[in-house]
Protein backbone atom coordinates (compact mmCIF):
# COMPACT_ATOMS: atom_id res chain seq x y z
CA UNK A 1 0.00 0.00 0.00
CA UNK A 2 1.56 3.24 -1.05
CA UNK A 3 1.42 6.24 1.94
CA UNK A 4 0.80 9.60 1.03
CA UNK A 5 1.00 12.96 3.42
CA UNK A 6 0.18 10.13 6.32
CA UNK A 7 -2.53 8.76 4.05
CA UNK A 8 -3.10 4.91 2.93
CA UNK A 9 -4.09 4.97 -0.56
CA UNK A 10 -6.60 2.49 -1.23
CA UNK A 11 -4.54 -0.53 -3.16
CA UNK A 12 -7.48 -1.72 -5.13
CA UNK A 13 -8.20 1.58 -6.76
CA UNK A 14 -6.65 3.10 -10.21
CA UNK A 15 -4.30 5.80 -8.82
CA UNK A 16 -6.36 8.85 -9.98
CA UNK A 17 -9.26 7.78 -8.30
CA UNK A 18 -6.91 6.54 -4.99
CA UNK A 19 -5.20 10.42 -4.61
CA UNK A 20 -8.78 11.51 -3.91
CA UNK A 21 -8.36 9.67 -0.77
CA UNK A 22 -6.27 12.79 0.37
CA UNK A 23 -7.68 15.83 1.76
CA UNK A 24 -7.61 18.45 -0.63
CA UNK A 25 -7.23 16.59 -3.68
CA UNK A 26 -10.49 15.87 -6.58
CA UNK A 27 -10.49 14.38 -9.74
CA UNK A 28 -8.98 17.25 -11.69
CA UNK A 29 -5.92 17.75 -9.41
CA UNK A 30 -5.64 14.15 -9.54
CA UNK A 31 -4.98 13.66 -12.89
CA UNK A 32 -2.87 17.04 -13.06
CA UNK A 33 -0.92 15.31 -10.50
CA UNK A 34 -0.67 11.86 -12.16
CA UNK A 35 0.22 13.68 -15.68
CA UNK A 36 2.57 15.32 -14.29
CA UNK A 37 4.26 12.74 -12.18
CA UNK A 38 4.35 10.54 -15.40
CA UNK A 39 2.00 7.60 -13.67
CA UNK A 40 -0.69 6.21 -15.85
CA UNK A 41 -3.50 7.26 -14.54
CA UNK A 42 -5.66 3.92 -14.54
CA UNK A 43 -2.82 1.45 -13.14
CA UNK A 44 -3.56 0.23 -9.62
CA UNK A 45 -1.91 1.83 -6.61
CA UNK A 46 -1.21 -2.01 -5.25
CA UNK A 47 1.09 -1.99 -8.86
CA UNK A 48 2.57 0.94 -8.19
CA UNK A 49 7.21 1.28 -8.22
CA UNK A 50 8.45 2.70 -5.50
CA UNK A 51 9.78 5.25 -8.10
CA UNK A 52 6.15 5.82 -9.25
CA UNK A 53 4.74 6.77 -5.80
CA UNK A 54 7.71 9.00 -4.89
CA UNK A 55 7.14 11.21 -7.92
CA UNK A 56 3.63 11.49 -6.68
CA UNK A 57 5.10 12.46 -3.35
CA UNK A 58 7.02 14.94 -4.85
CA UNK A 59 4.04 16.14 -6.57
CA UNK A 60 1.63 16.12 -3.70
CA UNK A 61 4.12 18.11 -1.88
CA UNK A 62 3.78 21.00 -4.39
CA UNK A 63 -0.09 21.15 -3.51
CA UNK A 64 -1.98 22.80 -0.14
CA UNK A 65 -3.40 19.65 0.92
CA UNK A 66 -4.36 17.77 4.40
CA UNK A 67 -3.51 19.50 7.68
CA UNK A 68 -2.24 22.91 6.41
CA UNK A 69 -5.45 23.09 4.18
CA UNK A 70 -7.87 22.27 6.54
CA UNK A 71 -5.97 24.82 9.02
CA UNK A 72 -6.14 27.33 6.30
CA UNK A 73 -9.93 26.41 6.08
CA UNK A 74 -10.60 27.04 9.66
CA UNK A 75 -8.49 30.58 9.64
CA UNK A 76 -11.04 31.31 7.19
CA UNK A 77 -14.00 30.41 8.93
CA UNK A 78 -12.68 31.86 11.95
CA UNK A 79 -12.09 35.03 10.47
CA UNK A 80 -15.05 36.35 8.96
CA UNK A 81 -17.06 35.11 12.25
CA UNK A 82 -14.79 37.98 14.32
CA UNK A 83 -15.30 40.86 10.84
CA UNK A 84 -19.13 39.45 11.66
CA UNK A 85 -19.50 38.92 8.11
CA UNK A 86 -22.65 37.47 6.77
CA UNK A 87 -21.48 34.43 6.45
CA UNK A 88 -19.64 34.58 10.19
CA UNK A 89 -23.33 34.91 11.50
CA UNK A 90 -24.56 32.22 9.48
CA UNK A 91 -21.58 29.84 11.02
CA UNK A 92 -22.34 31.18 14.23
CA UNK A 93 -26.09 30.65 14.32
CA UNK A 94 -24.99 26.58 12.78
CA UNK A 95 -27.55 27.82 9.86
CA UNK A 96 -26.43 27.10 5.77
CA UNK A 97 -24.17 29.36 4.46
CA UNK A 98 -24.46 29.67 0.61
CA UNK A 99 -27.92 30.79 0.63
CA UNK A 100 -30.07 26.95 0.82
CA UNK A 101 -33.49 27.54 2.22
CA UNK A 102 -34.22 26.62 5.77
CA UNK A 103 -38.28 26.79 5.90
CA UNK A 104 -38.22 22.83 4.91
CA UNK A 105 -34.46 21.17 5.01
CA UNK A 106 -31.21 22.03 5.64
CA UNK A 107 -31.08 19.55 8.20
CA UNK A 108 -27.46 18.68 8.26
CA UNK A 109 -26.89 22.22 9.57
CA UNK A 110 -29.67 22.87 11.77
CA UNK A 111 -29.40 19.28 13.21
CA UNK A 112 -32.42 17.24 13.94
CA UNK A 113 -35.62 18.67 14.48
CA UNK A 114 -37.14 19.93 17.73
CA UNK A 115 -40.35 18.68 18.98
CA UNK A 116 -43.04 21.46 19.98
CA UNK A 117 -45.82 20.00 22.19
CA UNK A 118 -49.10 19.55 20.91
CA UNK A 119 -51.71 22.15 22.36
CA UNK A 120 -54.85 20.29 24.04
CA UNK A 121 -58.14 21.25 22.79
CA UNK A 122 -60.68 22.74 24.39
CA UNK A 123 -63.62 20.75 25.53
CA UNK A 124 -66.97 22.48 25.75
Not at 29 to 40: F, M, P, R, S, Y
Not at 51 to 80: C, P, S, W, Y
Not at 110 to 118: I, T
Amino acid sequence: MARIKNIELPGEKHTCIGLTAIYGIGRSLANQICDAAKVARDKKIKDLTEDEITALRKEVDKQMVEGDLRREVQMNIKNKMEINSYQGTRHKKGLPVHGQRTSRNARTRKGKGKVVANKKKATK
